[in-house]
Structures are given as structure tokens and as C-alpha cells.
């Protein structure tokens, strides 16, 4: 018995993983990219309203994505995207609006935002690729 199990737990896998990026993360990234579109600039109170957590939340928040060159920020200021965070914030939004519209597809009208928030963190790019191709041809 000296063979390894292919299975893990959620757990081990995310250990596996080596993203800096958590999934409060992408979702705030997705939706300063929604508002902004990656041209404007965005308040902190927006910003939380939109995710309905607190400012205090969203400030901490925004602080972290700003140690990682996503944001630009300064306390009681604005946010706007970097580069890098324009690019992972549309990256995000499409993998939303893919997920969005294949539950459509599936579920009519038993579609639930709750469940694409849920799984958009763990689907992966070729996956999504795959489902868009599929959308297409039964457009």
C-alpha cells in the first residue's frame, strides 16, 4: 500500500494551491472592475455597498489589494485598478457572467446568484473555456 491517494480534501487542495489571491479577494477585484470598468475610480462606501460588507471591511480590504500592486488607493481616497487588477478584475467578471449564464441555461428560472458566488472560486480557466464554447452553440 505504498501508493499515494489521488484524492484530497477542499482543504488540501487549496493547500496545493499557490495563489496570493483569496476569494474576498477576486470578489472585490470583480467588482471594482464591474463599477469602474477599469477606467474610473471608486469610493470606499461604494465599494462596500456594493458587497454589502463594512467600510472599515472594504478599507481593509482595498489595503491588501494595494501590498499587492491591484489597487491604487490612499486612505480616505479613492480606489482605481493597476494594470494587473484591470486584468485579474475582467478575468473575474467574465468567469461570473459565464457562470451566470450556463446556470440560466440549466436552471431557468431556479437561477441563483448564490450559487455562481459560490462556485466561481474553484472553477478552473478550461473548464470556463469549455462551458463558453458549449454557450455559444446552443445560442
Not at 479577494?25 to 455597498?49: P, V
Not at 441563483?112 to 472553477?123: A, M, P, R, Y
Request: aromatic share 12%; charged share 30%.
Amino acid at each position: 500500500m505504498d501508493k499515494k491517494s489521488e484524492f484530497y480534501t477542499l482543504k488540501g487542495y487549496k493547500l496545493q494551491e499557490n495563489d496570493f489571491i483569496t476569494e474576498a479577494m477576486e470578489d472585490y477585484l470583480e467588482m471594482l472592475f464591474r463599477i469602474t470598468n477599469g477606467q474610473n475610480k471608486m469610493r470606499i462606501k461604494d465599494l462596500s455597498y456594493e458587497l454589502n460588507v463594512k467600510p472599515s471591511s472594504a478599507s481593509k480590504m482595498v489595503s491588501r489589494l494595494r501590498e499587492h500592486k491591484l489597487v491604487n488607493f490612499e486612505k480616505y481616497g479613492d480606489v482605481s485598478l493597476t494594470n494587473e487588477g484591470i486584468k485579474l478584475g475582467s478575468y473575474f467578471l467574465w468567469r461570473h457572467n459565464i457562470l451566470v449564464e450556463f446556470f440560466k441555461c440549466l436552471n431557468k428560472d431556479n437561477y441563483s446568484l448564490e450559487q455562481v458566488e459560490k462556485i466561481e472560486h474553484f472553477i478552473d480557466h478550461i473548464t470556463l473555456c469549455n462551458m463558453e464554447k458549449w454557450l455559444k452553440k446552443i445560442d
